[in-house]
């Protein structure tokens, strides 16, 4: 159980790029980060791409004024030259942006977190990787719905054999908030989301489906994607190439099989985030919009719904409860759960504690990496006009 006492020796000094006053993602990793105020600082920003707007945003939030930065270049040279300068920088930007911005940040000798998707190629991920290695630092990848406890029984309950062997891996992410165009033109936030300039190669797959399939690889770690079949449309036909709607087959190394449907015109539909894992035995279905329920139906027996916070769950789901039976959590705890963890990672990475980071369990590097050939691969097939292609 988590209490907010100091699991580290000292507040991690933690800066942003972008999530400014109108970015839609910075609150939540502001709400992750300082909810312990034992894990970190906020201690300097460039908000954003508007830089008087990016100070008035910092000086609000409670950010001196000086370290205010009117962009991600000037913050790090001038924190570098600072003696309480800071150790790691969030970027919270239109995916075109992320590449260059964390290549920067290593360079000036910062760990990293960054948002999903992370890049466009499996190359540039390769490379960052590298370069994170040679200069000692973690990057993390904030797949904000991935502390959600519940996974982690999902996981301990799989690997325990709580459900047989797995046969069926039926993942979902959709909403309806495109079921039209206009957003595309009314919002600046979706408009990017539509240009394969900003957005990368893919709408849907990079903007949802990441996250599940991530998801999925923490429920499920030693499994893994052999072939898969991707059909992409694009339903607002201004959106092509990128798509609206997505359906993925999948084929695992086990004689498993999976299905991905990720959409933005699911009309009607205002969030469904579903993991289904169908075993010999029995199935295990979560919800992002009811986190704190799992659903383990054993044929033959009764529905059964486990309760997060409750004595019968797995220590290593129980871990990082926060608030306790009798109260719910939701996508807040969520994210404290993955910033606390980076900061144990960074933490451990600057101690050198090679023992903590392999027990660790957060979305780091190769998880980015991973959602990166993620989205390749399923456009690679859609492209060649949804075929199977080998999982490279
Ligand atoms: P947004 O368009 O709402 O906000 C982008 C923010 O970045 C704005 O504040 C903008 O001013 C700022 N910005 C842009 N370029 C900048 C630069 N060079 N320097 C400083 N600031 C800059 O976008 P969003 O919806 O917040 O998405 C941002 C990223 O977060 C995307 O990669 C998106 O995929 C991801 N995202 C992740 C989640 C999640 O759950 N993890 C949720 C939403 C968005």
């Not at 992750?32 to 910092?58: P, Q, S, Y």
């Not at 260059?100 to 977190?113: M, R, S, T």
């Not at 770690?221 to 092509?240: E, N, T, Y």
Request: charged share 25%; with cysteine; aromatic share 8%.
């Amino acid at each position: 159980m988590l209490n907010g006492e100091r699991l580290i020796s000292r507040p991690i000094r933690w800066a942003m790029v972008g999530g400014g006053r109108t970015g839609q993602v910075g609150y939540k990793h502001r709400t992750g980060a300082l909810r312990d105020n034992t894990a970190f600082e906020l201690v300097a920003g460039a908000f954003d791409i508007d830089a008087e707007r990016g100070k008035d945003f910092g000086v609000n939030i409670g950010v001196p004024e000086n370290r205010c930065y009117p962009d991600y270049q000037t913050m790090f040279a001038e924190e570098a030259d600072r003696e309480d300068g800071i150790d790691v920088v969030s970027i919270a930007t239109p995916n075109a942006t992320h590449y260059d911005i964390c290549k920067a940040a290593l360079e000036a000798d910062l760990h990293v977190i960054c948002e999903k998707p992370l890049f466009f190629t499996t190359e540039e991920a390769q490379f960052i990787k590298e370069l994170a290695e040679e200069k000692g630092k973690i990057v993390g990848v904030t797949y904000g719905f991935s502390g959600h406890q519940l996974l982690l029984q999902m996981r301990a309950m799989i690997e325990q054999g709580k459900i047989g062997d797995v046969r069926v891996v039926d993942l979902q992410y959709t909403h309806g908030f495109c079921a039209t165009d206009e957003g595309d033109q009314k919002n600046d936030a979706q408009k990017w989301r539509v240009d394969p300039k900003v957005a990368g190669p893919s709408f849907v797959l990079g903007d949802l489906s990441t996250h599940t399939y991530y998801m999925s690889q923490l429920i499920l770690p030693h499994m893994k994607i052999k072939k898969l079949l991707c059909d992409r449309q694009s339903f607002v036909g201004s959106r092509a190439p990128l798509e609206d709607n997505a359906h993925v087959l999948m084929h695992y190394d086990n004689g498993a099989v999976g299905t991905m449907w990720t959409s933005s015109i699911n009309a009607g539909c205002m969030d469904a985030q579903r993991i289904r894992i169908v075993g010999s035995k029995a199935s295990l279905e979560w919800w992002d919009s009811r986190p704190n329920e799992l659903r383990y139906e054993v044929q033959g027996e009764p529905v059964q719904t486990m309760i997060r916070a409750m004595p019968y769950l797995d220590e290593s789901c129980n871990a990082d409860e926060r608030l306790g039976a009798l109260h719910a959590e939701g996508l807040s705890e969520s994210w404290a759960n993955i910033y606390l963890k980076f900061a144990m990672a960074i933490d451990a990475k600057d101690r050198g504690d090679k023992e903590t980071l392999k027990n660790l369990v957060y979305p780091d590097i190769d998880t980015g990496l991973e959602g990166v050939r993620w989205v390749e691969n399923c456009v690679r097939s859609a492209d060649q006009g949804a075929v199977w292609v080998d999982f490279e």
